[in-house]
């Protein structure tokens, strides 16, 4: 018979197929089929089919055959198990369907595995089962045949025994066995190798020949019995081998992971059993010792049965209570003498509550605190704990009550509470007193620093000028010192919170690093910047905070830093779908470094590493403290490494957040604007050294000055004259600022504009105030000492007005610097750098003054070297001035005057002096050339 052509056919069908003769006999399968049972064609063709299944299966089959022998439909299904290579069991989902065509007709079997899915629902089963039968029997002897029969139902194998160990002397035993001889057993010398074992088996041991999953060769005496495969699994029962279990076939065979699983929890579930019944018997030995130990011990102990009869009264508890245990033992209820009381004073009728609710519900009591009154009209304070007992019906039989004396804990917890309170109050307090004391510091100082930047901007005498800068940095030491002071205080009560919104990250970190390059320059050392590129600009956070702790590392870093460099690294350390970016910090110096005791106290308040009389350098110890609470609320982290000698790397994480394409870079728009060059502003402050010293910076840039010594007088002048602004100080006499502005902003008589922008002048700086002013309809403020750039970046933020004072034209370019500056060849000149910082946002006028500079400058050189060697006073003078004005574009105004005296000594024929400074100059005008052909570069990069 021909069927070449449904071997074809079947091939394309993705399960295995069996096609199948009318006497039952295989005539064709495809490759399916023989992957599926692992044996090759030759051994299947001319087989019966019946031969590849389960005795219990091949009725069902021949069922299936007989509806099917007339019909082409698929006539039925079964889920069975296909026998392959030495006994491996394959489970499927087969159908039958009658196949007939002119060449042949018979059968056409489909099988489709299943996987394990019901072979392991058939040993979960005998899982559940012997876990049920187990829960009541009482000793091992009624377990071991249960155990080995579904042992031997899961494993498939044909036989097995099960060893013992003697709860008493620890020896070994053949306990059970089935489908196996004692001899036959016995031969195989187990018990004599326990025995031999100090704690026995420990670990699974599996015996099989080459190609299974065996770890050892049947020994000869299994071989000697026919066992090809064979395992023994150790049974723990309170942390040590307790049983063995031992199964056997005479096939060969694997043991796949499940089955093995199951085995593992049989064994589990029949050392679990071994242990209960270990501790009964443990337990009924040790019954008397336990009563003498509920009698001692230190908490109060009283039982109920299910009853509510009184079994156990301990002495701690005849204490406790102040009643005999004789008198309640065997009654249900308490002496009425005694009272109960719950935490919220609340009265409890029956003590007996927490007992006869642990006996309803079966659950445990835990801390509920009771107040007693004893007989004697003492009091206690009682922490109550109750554990229900339960019997073989699973339902609670007795419940245990514990209690303990927790009354002098009470009492503690009260004073460390009112204590607390107290430190609450006294740190409130102490923020009212600084907030006070710190006014009371900054009005005089605000006059002070006035008067200073006032004297300092007219004609001085080299020393007056020297000491007004040291005067001015004696000011800001101070003003430094109350803002940290101020700024510990709020931590401290915890005030301090962080403003999150838009900023940009490297101008942020620019604002740090300006202040700081000055110092680099003065010292000789090399300030280096590495932001990742990777990291975008635009995050939110709050970048003051930022800056604020930057700086603070950067300072420090210069303080301790005599020679070398600081670098600052900035990194990305992660990245989540919601949006936060961590970055990492890092800010690293060559200086004296810190001794490994003092780096773990380092963040901690008011300590500093440069201590004690004889020290060098200046500071509060505040700086690194304030740091670690900023870098806290950013949720990241803060720490140091160094050696003493070595320098030093300070480093913190925080967390940010991307910011959308779509969300605006700042906060809101003033909303009032003015583009008027001159504004006319009405000052409204009591102080004359504020009155002379704003109005002087006011009137310098060209703006129209009124003063008003108090609010009263103000809104008088308001009436009269129309202003562009009000710079309003917030404590006067006669009548405040916020009264003022409260009048003014609800002003209905449309003699002024009620909505004029108003600037606050106050001495007052935590947020707190800063809200105050804003709910009285103040615009924004400026905090004293008044410093003018602050001053004019108000006034341009409410005003749009750009006029500034002459020196101070370009401070207001950019509130947000981009460029970071990196490490300029032999930084010759701090105002080259102010020049970078001018630019920053006109790259393109900036780009090209150095483009002529840089152009030009070589040409000058050499005209200026032929008008010395021929004594040209002319060409040598044009030749000065003209370096002086490049120089003056370059805003390197210290340079450009020396460069000026020495035209004017040309000009009165001094050659020989100017040969003289000219020859000083030069090497200086070349570190400006080559540092411009660097900014030039710089320039180039940043608008890449």
Known sequence: MDISRIEKFIEYVPDAVFIIEPDGMIAALNKRALRLTGLDSTALIGISFSDLLLPEHVSLLKRLYLSGESSSDIQGRMNTVLLGREGHRVHVNLRAQGFRDQMFSGYMVVCREVGHHLELERQRSLQHDLAMALVGIQNIEEAVNLVLDTGLKISECDGGALFLRGAENGRWKLSSFINIEEEEITSLSFVEELNRLPDGIRQWIVFGERG???????????????????????????????????????????????ARRSLEIIASQFGSLVARLHSERKFRSVEGFGRSLIKSMPSGLITRNRDGIITHFNLAAEQLLGIKGDTVIGKRDLPDALFFFDEKGNIIEHFDAPTFLVLESGKPLRNVLVRAIRPDGSTVWLSVNGEPLFGKDEEPVAAVITMKDVSDHLRLVDELEQARQMAVTASDSKSRFLANISHEIRTPLSGIMGMTDLLLSGPLTEDQRENLFLMKEAEELLLDIINKVLEISKIESGKLSLELEPFRLRGAINKAALPIFMGCKEKGIVLDIDVSPSIPDRLIGDGSRLTQVLTNFLSNALKFTESGTITLTVVETSRNENGKIELFFSVKDT???IPSDAQTTIFDDFRQIDSGPAKRHQGTGLGLAISKKLVELMDGSIGVESEGGQGSRFFFSAMFTLLDEGEPETGNEAEHVSHERRLRVLL????????????????????????????????????????????????????????????????????????IPIIALTAYALKEDELRFIAAGMDRFVTKPIKKELLFLAIYEMTGNTLLPVEDEAGLRSSDPSIVPGSISDRESEELYEFLRDYQNDLDIGRQILDVFIDEYPAKKETLGQ????????????????????????????????????????????????????????????????????????????DM
Do not use: W
């Open 684 to 755: 409204a402050e009591d102080n004359e050294l504020n009155q002379r010293s704003i109005s002087y910076f006011l009137e310098e840039a060209g703006h129209l000055v009124t003063i008003a010594a108090n609010g009263r007088e103000a809104i008088e002048v308001l009436k009269r004259e129309p202003f562009d602004l009000i710079l309003m100080d917030v404590q006067m006499p006669e009548m405040d600022g916020m009264e003022a502005t409260g009048i003014i902003r609800s002003h209905t008589d449309r003699l002024f504009n009620p909505n």
């Open 867 to 942: 008008a010395l060697r021929n004594r040209d006073v002319e060409l040598l003078a044009d030749q000065l001035h003209s370096l002086t004005n490049s120089l003056s574009a370059l805003r390197i105004f210290g340079l450009g005057n020396e460069c000026h005296l020495a035209e004017a000594l040309t000009k009165d024929g001094e050659l020989e002096e100017v040969e003289r400074r000219v020859a000083r100059l030069l090497p200086r005008f070349d570190r400006v050339h080559e540092n411009a052909i660097h900014c030039r570069q710089i320039i180039d990069d940043i």
């Open 591 to 593: 200086g004296i470094g």
């Open 212 to 258: 299974s999953d065996a770890v050892l060769s049947p020994p000869p005496a299994m071989r000697r019995l026919g066992i090809r495969f064979a395992m023994t699994i150790p049974v723990i029962s309170e942390t040590k081998p307790g049983a063995v279990l031992f199964f056997f076939s005479h096939q060969a065979k694997q043991m796949d992971v499940e």
